[in-house]
């Protein structure tokens, strides 16, 4: 696949504050370099979401006087490695010093050759100069290629084994066939890379169109077990006649069709539930947690699994269990607490469409069950519908029913007409209570038990057996009662 050259007009936002970068550098006797992702996304033909620059010298100092010379706001970033942040509305631009003696090492030093570019920017600006590649960077981005920028870029940082697998997910490059067991010797280090660096790193990941892909390669790297350690009680624990894969090889092709779905909803939707999902996986931020949510959603089984005959066993309950599981792994890899949060509700409730599919063949679809699924899922639908069709198309047993996806299909039409034609007016009614009421009232902290009470009441709420702020409270307080007596 050809690449584009850059030109200074894809940096034409920028121009302002580069142009101040350079004065700015000038005045202070330093060299400016465009450098790394910025060049790689520009010959992609990508807009850059931001300007990666290289500076010789000061780089915090330079930083600073910039910012106040170009009416940006400055945040040091790495003190340590001498990295700052320049922002203004609709834009950033990161500025690194040099990490080694000169521009040349500085790059060899880099994680991997795609990154390791540099133009002067200058004479980039004035479309003048020619490219800075001591490693051979621009030819494996031709062949879409991903390798190591030097021998010992991946142990200086073992967090690039993640963003590695990143670039695969992101940018559709392949690993080099020595990257494997590179990346497989450094991935124990993993473990001593801070948790918010490794979740940052993750959404990007998951949000990539790739993203199965490059899941799959970091189980084959042995990186997977060490970013979700929670995932290795799967291996190996068979299943029901539903399903032809333990439960780590079915969480990982449940992955798979999910990354399938999300290429084109519409190839396994109908309108208009098509457009509701595409509209859902459109955002890689949002796509990375149900992408999440699809590798993580049977982390309950292992745990609430009972052999009932040879090659028979049954997972009571393993959705709630696989729930809080899900929730700890998040956080645990560095998820915030609403992005954990969304891929625990999204396990919790992954085999609530199926409860519901039994009705549904028999023609007795209930409003109530609907608006139920409706509260639980809220404005995730969208993304619970999907993550079911994922979940079967990755059960290929002997005794999985062959029409379950057509009546997944047919399910959620149903669900979406009840929801537009006779619910649409209950569920625009808001909340009778808050999360911060019932913290604040009821005297709870935060965490899943807030969310079973809102929950709960907001079905009464819905089902007209409550009216008032006060009756809500009152529903509150014998939902914790009874959650918490363990009944």
Not at 3 to 16: E, H, Q, T
Not at 92 to 109: F, N
Not at 278 to 290: E, I, K, Q
Request: glycine share 10%.
């Amino acid at each position: 696949m050809s690449l584009r050259s850059p030109r200074p007009a894809d940096l034409a936002r920028y121009r302002p504050i580069l142009e101040t970068t350079l004065a700015t550098a000038a005045r202070r006797g330093q060299e400016v370099w465009l450098c790394g992702g910025t060049l790689r996304d520009l010959f992609l033909g990508l807009p850059p979401p931001d300007v990666d620059l290289a500076v010789n010298g000061d780089a915090m100092a330079l930083g600073r006087a910039i910012a106040e010379a170009g009416g940006a706001r400055f945040v040091a970033l790495k003190e340590a490695n001498a990295t700052c942040r320049l922002v203004r509305e609709g834009w950033w631009l990161d500025l690194a010093g040099l990490r080694a003696p000169s521009l040349e090492q500085d790059l060899r030093a880099r994680d991997f050759t795609v990154n390791a570019l540099a133009w002067e920017l200058g004479a980039f600006l004035a479309g003048e100069g020619s490219l800075i590649d001591p490693t051979g960077g621009l030819n494996d981005l031709q062949n879409r290629s991903l390798r190591a920028a030097g021998p010992g870029v991946l142990r200086e940082d073992t967090l690039r084994v993640l963003r590695a697998f990143r670039f695969v997910a992101t940018h559709g490059l392949n690993l080099t066939h020595d990257m494997p067991d590179r990346l497989r010797a450094a991935a124990p280090g993993l473990r001593g890379v801070a948790p918010e660096r490794v979740g940052h790193e993750w959404l990007l990941m998951a949000g990539g169109e790739r993203a199965a892909q490059a899941m799959m390669g970091l189980e084959e790297t042995g990186a997977l077990g060490i970013l979700l350690p929670a995932l290795e009680a799967g291996r190996g624990v068979q299943q029901n006649p539903y399903h032809h894969l333990d439960v780590l090889g079915h969480s990982l092709a449940a992955a798979r069709a999910l990354g399938a779905i999300s290429a084109e909803p519409t190839a396994y939707w109908q309108a208009p539930q098509g457009a509701e999902i595409s509209a859902c996986l459109a955002l890689p931020s949002r796509r990375a947690l149900v992408m999440t949510a699809a590798l993580l959603h049977d982390l309950g089984k292992p745990v609430t699994r009972e052999e009932r005959g040879p090659g028979e066993a049954t997972f009571y309950r393993h959705d709630l269990a696989g729930s809080d599981l899900a929730r700890a792994a998040c956080r645990d890899l560095g998820l915030s607490k609403n992005e954990a949060g969304l891929v625990a509700l999204l396990v919790r409730e992954h085999m609530r469409p199926f409860f519901l599919l039994a009705d549904f063949r028999r023609g007795r679809l209930s409003n109530r069950a609907v608006r139920r699924l409706l509260v639980a899922a809220g404005e995730h639908l969208p993304g619970l519908m999907a993550l079911a069709l994922a979940d079967t198309m990755a059960g290929r047993g002997p005794q999985r029913p062959p029409e379950v996806e057509d009546q997944l299909r047919l399910l959620y039409a149903q669900v979406a007409e009840l929801r537009d034609r006779e619910l649409a007016a209950a569920l625009a009614a808001p909340p009778l209570i808050s999360g911060h009421d019932v913290m604040n009232s009821l005297g709870l902290e935060s965490g899943p038990l807030v969310g079973e009470v809102l929950r709960r009441v907001r079905e009464a709420q819905l089902e007209g057996q409550i009216k008032t702020r006060e009756e809500a409270l009152a529903l509150a307080r014998n939902v914790i009662g009874y959650e918490q007596s363990g009944d």
